[in-house]
């Protein structure tokens, strides 16, 4: 089965980082597109960046809240991609989702918890 697992949450300072990793198994994650996305308490899920190979390159988009603080990438030899997140604010903090889209099927993982304290 298809099993997408994050971990590397955890409570952090403002102005703080975390690196977050996305394990996926049971499908080979060179086609598709990875994302990472997030869900605050009481407000609606929203994307956080899309990570998408093709040849030999790799284009990623960011939603405009995260640009010049979070980097993505993935690793294709470990079927693992991250979030690098810097410079954290508390309106960051939620529960982060890797996503994965392939042939029209979606994918979730269940989240990690992150909580940015003032």
């Known amino acids: 089965q298809v099993q997408l697992v994050e971990s590397g949450g955890g409570l952090v300072q403002a102005g703080g980082s975390l690196r977050l990793s996305c394990a996926v198994s049971?499908?080979?994650?060179?086609?598709?597109?990875l994302g990472w996305y997030r869900q605050a308490p009481a407000k609606q899920r929203e994307m956080v960046t899309r990570i998408t190979a093709r040849g030999t390159g790799t284009y990623v988009n960011y939603a405009d809240f995260v640009k010049g603080r979070f980097t993505a990438s993935r690793d294709n030899a470990n079927n693992t991609v991250y979030l690098q997140m810097n410079s954290l604010d508390p309106e960051d903090t939620a529960v982060y989702y890797c996503?994965?889209?392939?042939?029209?099927?979606?994918?979730w993982g269940k989240g990690t918890l992150v909580t940015v304290s003032s």
């Open positions: 996503n994965l889209i392939n042939n029209e099927q979606e994918y």
């Open positions: 049971g499908i080979n994650f060179s086609y598709g597109v």
